[in-house]
């Protein structure tokens, strides 16, 4: 696949853009970092690896036993003391 792009100012930046079809073929997005090579006279822009981005529900994975945790944790600050703690 060809494409060509005009490099061009954009306030204080110089840039290009990329078309859809090459973004989707990089594996790539907006916000995706490039690491930017010069390989024999050609650009060579390679995507870093991006951050693993979570669903809600993968965020909420194991939120009932942090329920359980905190009910256990607030037992031990009511407890009487069992030693030499600093009241």
């Given amino acids: 696949m060809s494409n060509t792009a005009k ?3 954009q306030g204080g930046a110089t840039v290009f853009s990329i078309p859809p079809a090459l973004l989707k073929m990089l594996g790539a997005d907006v916000g995706t970092e490039l690491a930017l090579i010069v390989d024999n006279g050609a650009l060579v822009a390679t995507p870093l690896k991006t951050k693993k981005r979570y669903t809600l529900a993968e965020l909420l ?7 359980a945790l905190n009910k256990q944790a607030a037992d031990w600050e009511a407890g009487a003391p069992v030693g030499n703690e600093v009241l």
């Fill in 7 to 9: 490099i061009r100012r």
């Fill in 61 to 67: 994975e194991g939120a009932d036993e942090m329920v």
